[in-house]
């Protein structure tokens, strides 16, 4: 069932597609949402609703969709296991789908010791795979898990999260393969900094022939600083870092100036990779950069229908 979003008229056009990320805020102000849906409007094809990243307790993803819809702007909301029983998540899915929202994207989610409320009870009644199999189906079929018929099934387009830097890296593609068998329409990855491992990420992709299954959007974060850098090297699961790009950021005269530098060369190498049919922007913190590294990259005007 097409869902009918930009994004997936993008994806479908064949044109390479740009997303980005908008974290809601720690407050009920809608007002950050709104400031930032008018300065991004226009500079990326759809835009993340982050869903208590990191477990830190923010605006609901859904609530933020509808703020930045009214502005003009396409959301991707994301929907994590973390604190939704499967009752939860179907009812979700269909109060997004009714509000408008097209875009879903599919995750476990970090786990509640990371955030603010450590002494809260994790629910992960279903991982990823499992949410995608059930959304899926309820798209389909309107067919609950439990057997129950939805008369009138959401809408949506599927999308799902992938570490190709994870250990053991051997598995990884067989993962994304998982996500595919379970509906995933498309895919966005972690950030990239170390080209050469995602390129072995991407043939093994391509050897299965899951790019002509699913649209992969590689990540990339632009870093202000030499100790972003090393900090994500050192302590973010899964990030790598090469030592050749901190030494760079911190021998940089501008290490803003070098973070923007180095996202837009990585964006055009991404842009000639077989197989990656976009990028998602992950400017956390720092999403008034979008707009100049999207302008720079060459990836003006975005495509309209």
């Known amino acids: 069932m097409?869902?009918?979003?930009?994004?997936?008229?993008?994806?479908?056009?064949?044109?390479?597609?740009?997303?980005?990320?908008?974290?809601?805020?720690?407050?009920?102000?809608?007002?950050?949402?709104?400031?930032?849906?008018?300065?991004?409007?226009?500079?990326?094809?759809?835009?993340?609703?982050?869903?208590?990243?990191t477990a830190v307790v923010r605006l609901s993803s859904i609530a933020s969709a509808a703020i930045v819809m009214r502005e003009g702007v396409e959301p991707v909301i994301q929907m994590t296991c973390r604190d939704r029983n499967r009752i939860a998540l179907q009812s979700d899915l269909l109060g997004a789908s009714a509000l408008g929202v097209r875009n879903v994207l599919c995750l476990t989610g970090d786990h509640q010791i990371f955030g603010n409320e450590k002494g809260a009870k994790s629910v992960f009644d279903f991982d990823s795979i499992s949410e995608l199999q059930v959304f899926d189906r309820l798209r389909r079929e309107g067919k609950?898990?439990?057997?129950?018929?939805?008369?009138?099934?959401?809408?949506?387009?599927?999308?799902?999260?992938?570490?190709?830097?994870?250990?053991?890296?051997e598995f990884?593609?067989?993962?994304l393969a998982k996500k595919v068998a379970a509906g995933a329409d498309f895919c966005q990855t972690q950030a990239?900094?170390?080209?050469?491992?995602?390129?072995?990420?991407?043939?093994?992709?391509?050897?299965?022939?899951?790019?002509?299954?699913?649209?992969?959007?590689?990540?990339?974060?632009?870093?202000?600083?030499?100790?972003?850098?090393?900090?994500?090297?050192?302590?973010?699961?899964?990030?790598?870092?090469?030592?050749?790009?901190?030494?760079?950021?911190?021998?940089?005269k501008d290490s803003k100036e070098?973070?923007?530098?180095?996202?837009?060369?990585?964006?055009?190498?991404?842009?000639?990779?077989?197989g990656v049919h976009g990028i998602h922007i992950m400017a956390v913190m720092w999403e008034d950069i979008v707009p100049r590294i999207v302008e720079e990259a060459g990836l003006l005007p975005r495509p309209t229908f």
Request: net charge positive.
């Open 192 to 252: 990239i900094f170390d080209m050469d491992l995602f390129e072995k990420w991407m043939d093994e992709v391509r050897s299965r022939g899951l790019d002509k299954k699913i649209h992969i959007l590689a990540g990339v974060i632009p870093m202000k600083t030499a100790g972003a850098a090393r900090y994500m090297k050192n302590k973010v699961p899964g990030m790598i870092v090469p030592n050749h790009i901190i030494d760079r950021m911190k021998n940089a």
């Open 2 to 53: 097409k869902a009918g979003s930009n994004l997936e008229r993008v994806f479908e056009s064949g044109k390479f597609v740009v997303t980005a990320e908008i974290g809601p805020p720690q407050s009920a102000n809608p007002e950050p949402l709104v400031h930032h849906a008018k300065m991004l409007k226009g500079y990326a094809d759809a835009f993340n609703l982050t869903d208590n990243q």
């Open 258 to 274: 070098e973070g923007i530098r180095l996202c837009v060369e990585q964006i055009e190498t991404l842009k000639k990779m077989k």
């Open 144 to 169: 609950q898990v439990g057997g129950g018929e939805i008369k009138d099934p959401p809408k949506v387009y599927l999308g799902c999260a992938e570490n190709p830097f994870a250990t053991p890296y």
């Open 172 to 175: 990884r593609a067989s993962r």
